[in-house]
T-cell receptor, first 110, second 116 residues
């Protein structure tokens, strides 16, 4: 059972466009992480959010944790081809155990 | 810092044989390691949680007798796929948590298993 649903599943955009990826659940999480994964490699952590309503920025990436800690969003401003990859959210139901979302595959065209 | 390695990076084996995959934390002690499986174009599915010195906790639907996990030290966990079948072909990824670091987990580069 996949507890975390991401949308959209696939996204192909032109360089310079903005985009938002959503991560939704009916469950409450103690923390939520976002990762980016390249083909044939392990995921790389982008951010961890732990407080409801928390907003974190990482250069052109803005992450928000929902007030009820059930959902999160990732917004990318002025996307670049280097942003291409599989974006995964992961929610923790305990201190360490994370369950991954369904994934969003992003392709940014030059 | 916080580097996790996996060995081998890829392996091809014949149906019915067993394969062992190693996950090592190179520069930190990992009290907890996780094993994930990822099918092509899909997300990561947690298979089991491995704590040093104790039995692994398996997720629902994962056969513990087929996927043997040993976490013998604070820097090494192994996953053995026993009597492998073609449907076990997948990308296996481990991650490790640093003792005392509440939310951090660091991922290995993954092992591509192909069973022929």
């Amino acid at each position: 059972t996949q507890l975390l649903e991401q949308s959209p599943q696939f996204l192909s955009i032109q360089e310079g466009e903005n985009l938002t990826v959503y991560c939704n659940s009916s469950s409450v999480f103690s923390s939520l992480q976002w990762y980016r994964q390249e083909p044939g490699e392990g995921p790389v952590l982008l951010v961890t959010v732990v407080t409801g309503g928390e907003v974190k920025k990482l250069k052109r990436l803005t992450f928000q944790f929902g007030d009820a800690r059930k959902d999160s969003s990732l917004h990318i401003t002025a996307a670049q081809p280097g942003d291409t990859g599989l974006y995964l959210c992961a929610g923790a139901r305990g201190t360490y155990k994370y369950i991954f979302g369904t994934g969003t595959r992003l392709k940014v065209l030059a | 810092g916080a580097v996790v390695s996996q060995h081998p990076s890829w392996v091809i084996c014949k149906s019915g044989t067993s394969v062992k995959i190693e996950c090592r934390s190179l520069d930190f002690q990992a009290t907890t390691m996780f094993w994930y499986r990822q099918f092509p174009k899909q997300s990561l599915m947690l298979m089991a949680t491995s704590n040093e010195g104790s039995k692994a906790t398996y997720e629902q639907g994962v056969e513990k007798d087929k996927f043997l996990i040993n976490h013998a030290s604070l820097t090494l966990s192994t996953l053995t796929v026993t009597s492998a079948h073609p449907e076990d072909s997948s990308f296996y990824i481990c991650s490790a948590s640093i003792a005392g670091a509440k939310y951090e987990q660091y991922f290995g580069p993954g092992t591509r298993l192909t069973v022929t």
